[in-house]
């Protein structure tokens, strides 16, 4: 099997747990190569994800760097064997990868959870609104490119039909009055809220102005894997976003999470809160 010429972000992510598992039992990339058998050039790609991995051979590397995580083990096996090729895919080439990269996350995980403070979740934007923010000029976008970034929000939005799908989302006050169209869409788009918001599948929460110590000043997103280790943080930086995976990362975004949604109100306050604003809008 050849090299990847194009490596997901899930092929990635399999990658560098393999190399946390080589690494938590002290081993240099040479050693490890040198003692299981495998070329170090292989096992190396095979650690960035640009060489697939068999289950089998997951499940080899994890026994002989004396991992006892069998969950760990076991979600990691599963991800080797993966060979969907998810709708997304359509768009490689078309759109900058982070959109891709965020898509199959979305995709793979059963549980999202967020914090918005000055722009509504790209999972509620309603069509209107999605167009009004590509309408930037600043972007400068040709008419092509932003219908293709339409139309992908629009697909993205399809994962809130899932029956096993959990979409826990708190937002704060200034995301919902920062108007980034007129008041007639500002209005429909908090409207569109309130509808995702009766799906049993979508949770929303808001934190108001008035909290006293509110300090978290950024956006979060956290997405569940199918063992905690392999939950992901995607932060958003001036550059793009990035994504976080480390432990320490992990554990310090979970608290934060946890600190928003004790801030927000609760969820018929929160629908009561956004309906009292569409009416004033």
């Not at 995976?245 to 018929?268: P, S």
Request: net charge positive.
């Amino acid at each position: 099997m050849g090299a990847r010429t194009v490596i997901t972000v899930r092929q990635e992510r399999l990658g560098k747990e393999l190399r946390k598992l080589r690494e938590r039992a002290g081993l240099s990339l040479r050693e490890a190569a040198r003692a299981t058998g495998i070329n170090e050039g292989r096992l190396s790609n095979t650690e960035v994800g640009r060489f697939g991995v068999s289950a089998e051979r997951v499940r080899f590397l994890a026994d002989f760097y004396k991992a006892g995580d069998a969950p760990l083990i076991d979600a990691l096996a599963a991800m080797a064997i993966e060979r969907v090729r998810g709708w997304w895919e359509e768009y490689r080439g078309l759109l900058p990868q982070g959109f891709l990269d965020l898509a199959e996350l979305e995709h793979h995980t059963r549980h999202v959870r967020s914090f918005e403070i000055v722009n509504i979740p790209g999972l509620l934007q309603s069509e209107e609104q999605v167009r009004a923010l590509y309408a930037d000029s600043s972007l400068a976008l040709s008419e092509e490119q932003k219908e293709l970034r339409v139309a992908f929000r629009m697909r993205r939005q399809q994962i809130l039909g899932r029956d096993n799908y959990r979409y826990e989302v708190v937002i704060h006050e200034a995301a919902l009055r920062i108007r980034k169209s007129d008041r007639k869409v500002a209005r429909r788009q908090l409207l569109h809220i309130l509808q995702q918001s009766e799906c049993p599948q979508v949770t929303v929460r808001v934190v108001p102005f008035d909290r006293d110590r509110f300090t978290i000043s950024s956006p979060i997103l956290l997405l569940d894997g199918p063992v905690p280790q392999l939950d992901t943080v995607l932060r958003d930086a001036p550059h793009g976003g990035t994504l976080l995976d480390a432990e320490a990362q992990l554990a310090a975004y979970r608290r934060r999470i946890v600190d928003t949604q004790k801030a927000a109100l609760g969820v018929v306050e929160s629908r009561d809160f956004i309906h009292d604003l569409a009416r004033q809008t």
